[in-house]
């Protein structure tokens, strides 16, 4: 039955998300391969020079509960070039949780950082590239993912340079663990983060895809996307042109010591479908670092339904504290997070 249930969430937020495409067509960004060239990815060193951080990492402003940055990448949009992180504060510096919200995101995580910010977790949410504040129109988060092979590189460059921002201040303000979450397009970010930032702990990826490229090519929701690059270009050749942003090409960083993975699939899933998720995966184990590994039978935004937000909160509580208490596991029953605009 909850299977069955899953479904009809999943297929209700694919058509929004289908629909939300239609009504913007005309703002959509066209295919381009302008410097997609320069941004090849060949060596390991160019990857880290690449994501090298720019500017240090000392907030522009601080509240109780937030937290301003400026952004290393200067854009044409002025909104985008400072970011907020959202801060719940565990009242202890033992650990921080920085979370990747998902592209199109309406709403942020509450429930999610309440929680764990009260299993001694402090949480940030980040803002991805043109979202929230930074987004200066309603369709100002194409910008961050689009035909435009160049551009999208250097946003999600943008994005991982601001998540690497954010964990160097918070190993500056004295937490001994951080770790990064992320769900889809944000789960990409976070395993980005983690690949290049040696501070990262730990990295959840949840129904993220591993290749933005698959992404693109099989997403159910990306059909109009695929429409404006197929013509001019193959998959392997947009695998090749955001080899810098596909997480296939970091095993280097993603099987550093120190750094544990840990995978949320769902096993229903036409958003980031699990096999390249998968392909991954057995990439890291070939590795001899083989990942945590949880497959759950919902699909993408029905992750964050019940029972499967239930089990995914118990899961990552597990991985964060290697031994959370019985109380701790019994009181996420009441857990809940929405990222169903996607």
Known sequence: MFRYLARRYDRKHILRSLERQRRIH??????????????????????????????????????????????????EDQANN??????????????????????YARSRYPAFSKYFAGKGITIIEATLPYHFGRASNDYSEE??????LGRTVQSMRQAVLDGRKIVRW????????????????????AGLVAAQEQKVDKAVLMVSPGS?????????????????????????????????????????GLTRPRLDLMFLLGKDDTVARPGASERLIELLAKCNLPPEVVRLNCGHSSIGMFPYNLIAARKV????????TLSELWEVRGFRYD???V
């Open 26 to 75: 005309d703002k959509a960004i066209p295919f381009s391969c302008d410097g997609s060239d320069e941004l090849a990815f060949n060596k390991i060193s160019e990857g880290e020079a690449f994501f090298a951080p720019i500017l240090p990492a000392t907030p522009l402003g601080e509240e109780a509960d937030s937290v301003i940055f400026q952004s290393d990448i200067s854009t």
């Open 82 to 103: 400072t970011f907020e992180c959202i801060v719940t504060d565990s009242g202890l510096k033992q650990h921080a949780l920085v979370v990747f919200h998902h592209w």
């Open 143 to 148: 910008k961050l993912f689009n035909a435009n």
């Open 170 to 189: 918070l190993y500056s303000q004295g937490y001994q663990k951080i770790s990064v979450v992320g769900m889809c397009l944000g789960g990409t970010v």
């Open 212 to 252: 933005p490229a698959d992404l693109v090519w099989t997403a159910e929701t990306m059909t109009a996307l695929r429409g404006r690059i197929e013509p001019s270009m193959s998959l392997e050749g947009l695998r090749t042109a955001w080899g810098l942003i596909d997480l296939e090409k970091h095993l280097f």
């Open 317 to 324: 509580l597990r991985f964060l504290k290697e031994t959370p």
């Open 339 to 341: 990222f169903s605009e």
